[in-house]
């Protein structure tokens, strides 16, 4: 595994330890047990895991959920920290890297955020650029249901647009908080957003994300 993969992957699983199996997370819906089945499934079953993009393969999914979530909280923690299975796709570096940092960040911030007494966690200049890079590529994506033009933007002046239209909505903020915005955690993310009112409104109760 690589470096940003890892350490998120490591962390996720002590905040998911130290949170317990019923504590609330930014994911609607979800306790941090559902969380950890969730990561194990995404990781173990991939037969099972294509559910969650393809209605198809959505029933097989809720049974492997099912069944994950069904077993000691102890034994998801160990099967996050341990990592994938050797002959799985995401034991290889370069896709481990590519799939797991952003996956991680995201969802050990949908841990941390949902304790009321979180703080914002200060980003090394390494993984935040990763953090940028990663965004770029997938802004389209991840902004392609946004009801009005999506423009993301570092304190620095760097730019990536995540949609095209009218009215445009500026978002501003650290790439670990535009991720977080992109990835449909809207109210979590501390952002700076600049536009027309009812824009703004609507954008930040749009479906982004994956």
Request: charged content about 25%; aromatic content about 6%.
């Amino acid at each position: 595994m690589s470096t940003h993969a890892k350490r998120e992957r490591l962390l996720l699983a002590d905040l998911l330890e130290a949170a317990g199996p019923t504590a609330p997370t930014l994911c609607q819906g979800w306790s941090t047990r559902d969380l950890a089945a969730h990561v194990v499934v995404r990781e173990r079953r991939p037969d099972a895991a294509g559910g969650l993009l393809l209605g198809v393969l959505k029933e097989r999914l809720e049974r492997a959920m099912a069944e994950y979530t069904a077993k000691p909280y102890e034994e998801l923690i160990q099967l996050i920290r341990t990592g994938p299975p050797k002959l799985s796709v995401y034991a290889l570096k370069p896709i481990d890297e590519a799939a797991n940092a952003v996956e991680f960040y995201v969802h050990a911030e949908d841990v941390r955020r949902a304790q009321p007494d979180w703080a914002p966690r200060v980003l090394d200049p390494v993984f935040s650029d990763a953090l940028w890079m990663r965004l770029e590529r997938l802004a389209r994506l991840t902004g392609r249901r946004s009801p009005v033009g999506l423009v993301l933007r570092r304190p620095d002046g760097q730019t990536a647009v995540a949609h095209k239209g009218t009215p445009v909505v500026t978002v501003t903020g650290e790439p670990g908080e535009l991720t977080l915005f992109c990835f449909g955690r809207q109210d979590s993310a501390e952002v700076a957003l600049d536009g027309p009112k009812e824009a703004i409104g609507r954008l930040t109760t749009a479906k982004l994300g994956i």
